[in-house]
């Protein structure tokens, strides 16, 4: 079941390169700007940690993130998930 709703081309070309630069991890900024858009809220990425990884939408990513570090756990990165819809448009900016 697909849960991205996203129009990919609504997203602004600087945003693509840089999660293409990035080869799929968003830092901060690329997930408060999916989850400050009402388009892009929803849009499921993979959050890894010391002892675990998850799926969540970018919204929650920020309270997962602090639930992680009040279990004593960490946060290694976010990133897009394998077979996620927008690897369609970063692929071709990869250098």
Do not use: N
């Amino acid at each position: 079941m697909k849960t991205e709703t996203i129009h990919w081309t609504s997203l602004p070309l600087s945003f693509l390169q840089t999660v293409a630069d990035q080869h799929g991890f968003l830092t901060s900024a690329e997930v408060e700007l999916l989850a400050g858009r009402d388009d892009g809220r929803l849009v499921q990425v993979l959050v890894r940690c010391g002892a675990k990884r998850f799926v969540c939408a970018t919204q929650d990513v920020a309270g997962m993130i602090g639930a992680v570090g009040a279990s004593g756990d960490y946060v290694r990165d976010v990133s897009l998930p394998a077979g996620h819809t927008l690897w369609q448009f970063i692929e071709p900016l990869m250098k």
